[in-house]
DNA sequence: TCACATTTTTGAACACGTTCAAAAATGTGC
DNA sequence: GCACATTTTTGAACGTGTTCAAAAATGTGA
């Protein structure tokens, strides 16, 4: 398949046309007719390529963690140390999502929030769960692995998926931050970072170890049914 | 005033109508017209009584967090330990919240959230914030001011903050705990409770006792503006 | 080029949240 | 009881997300 790349530019259209009057005017202000109109579709036709207003937003916030993704990766410098790595990463979450500060709260909605189980969804995407959740830990699995000195094993395998929950703390501050340009995140990120991976370390001293075992463990148990 | 008790009557029938529309078809198959047919009225009086569907979502949970407070507050006595407790309160909320189980991600996206500042809204509250935030915070006040051992003062003014974030937290999990009757979100407040008085009387210790002054400085410096 | 399947597009229709002008009910001072 | 203000109620209308049957465009094999 020549990849119908005329439907993918239909497609295209439409999530530029979405992304900037979501971006200008916010979402509830944006209309599926409007969107269409500025794509120079017909409104069905938006809902052939996206099942729900929701969907094109989520599509928007994957495309970021894509992003995000890809400028935080080749950062990754082997033997730098932990907080750095946290540092970095955390630093180009907020860069890439810096320009759609204004669709945050929509961001947790639709996309950063899962979806409870046994709900008969029309809107959202049918694999959803979160959106990018395994990319995004992925990544600080890379950070943890490349990180000099290496977090002791006790914590080691737990750590990525803290870490992103770290990011997900971050996040959720950011969406809320109604500082100038988002300043106090950028301050967050600064002073957690170094923190977090003081934390790590001192995760080698007895009693904090306990009770990082005791978090970590608690953490599997809920994770785990029944 | 007589108080209009025929008018505070409808309002009753309205959220009566509601929150059994709300837990037997979920919040997005109850539409207005069916809350006002079951309740008497039409369409147009609900919205005499309530801006939006999500302001009946919204005074649900604020009723639910009254009735949390109320069932929390007795049972504080004086001389229990602060991992009592925080287990009372957390296994209260969940008490409270088990019969809506289902409404959680509902509550989620529409209470529990804080509207962004800069957006007007024509349905939240005018008040808003976060539903119910301060006297959830207050009741924690009064959990840590009738503990006994007395927590460290280091933190003793920060804690009922951090408590009630903990709070938020397990809240989160049991929105999207799937176990049959929430078990799983049992567990973990019966295994957090403990572990977070364990980790209060720790912070004495001055490895500890750094970290928690670094989490508690950050905290309030990502609270303060500019 | 022709028949046919598949993909893409359309525009009208529907359901539901919300608004609003006007009517009805209720309260108030005399 | 009467005039008038206030509160409560109504039902029709509007805007918007979404659906759908049918049309148009495109692809496919001969």
Redesign the interface.
Known sequence: MAAGSKSEATRRRLVEAATEQFRTQ?FERTTMRGIAAEAGVSVGNAYYYFSSKDAIVAELYRSLQNQHRSAALPRLREGHNLGEHLRVILQANLDVLAPYHSL??QF??TAA???????RNSSAPADAEQVGRGKSIAVYRQAVQAARPQPPLAVRDDLPELLWLVQMGVTL?W??D??PDQ??SR??VT??AP?VA??VI?SR?P??RN?VE??VK?LR??RS??
């Open positions: 916010g945050g709260h947790l909605k929030l899962p979806v409870p189980p046994g709900t501050f969406v809320y109604s500082s300043i106090r301050r967050l002073n957690t923190l003081k934390l001192l001293l009693v904090v009770i005791d978090v608690l148990g809920a049914h029944d």
